[in-house]
């Protein structure tokens, strides 16, 4: 079955850096676009970024734009989110997504 297991989150202060992971199984991999959402704490969830099948094609909210990068690693089944200058407004649950399934979430807390 698909499975989609996210790890990285943690608190972190304004400003720094954090990389997600999520750990894809139970499909082939490749051939699915893959994305990461958030929800922050008493909002809906928002999409934050996508990436092709092969990596060649990559898609951003507009709040991360040039703040987070997504990438993916097919021989691992793992996509990636990088996220740097976080702000206190980045504060949310982080899902990895792909279509019709989302992992459990992490948690990422950016605060003094």
């Known amino acids: 079955q698909v499975q989609l297991v996210e790890s990285g989150g943690g608190l972190v202060q304004p400003g720094g850096s954090l990389r997600l992971s999520c750990a894809a199984s139970?499909?082939?991999?490749?051939?699915?676009?893959m994305s990461w959402y958030r929800q922050p704490p008493g909002k809906e969830r928002e999409f934050v970024a996508g990436?092709?099948?092969?990596?060649?094609?990559?898609s951003y909210a507009d709040s991360v734009k040039g703040r987070f990068t997504i990438s993916r690693d097919n021989a691992r089944n793992t996509v990636y989110l990088q996220m740097n200058s976080l702000k206190p407004e980045d504060t949310a649950v982080y899902y990895c997504?792909?279509?019709?399934?989302w992992g459990q979430g992490t948690q990422v807390t950016v605060s003094s």
């Open positions: 139970g499909f082939t991999f490749v051939n699915y676009g």
């Open positions: 997504v792909r279509t019709g399934y």
């Open positions: 990436i092709s099948g092969t990596g060649g094609s990559t």
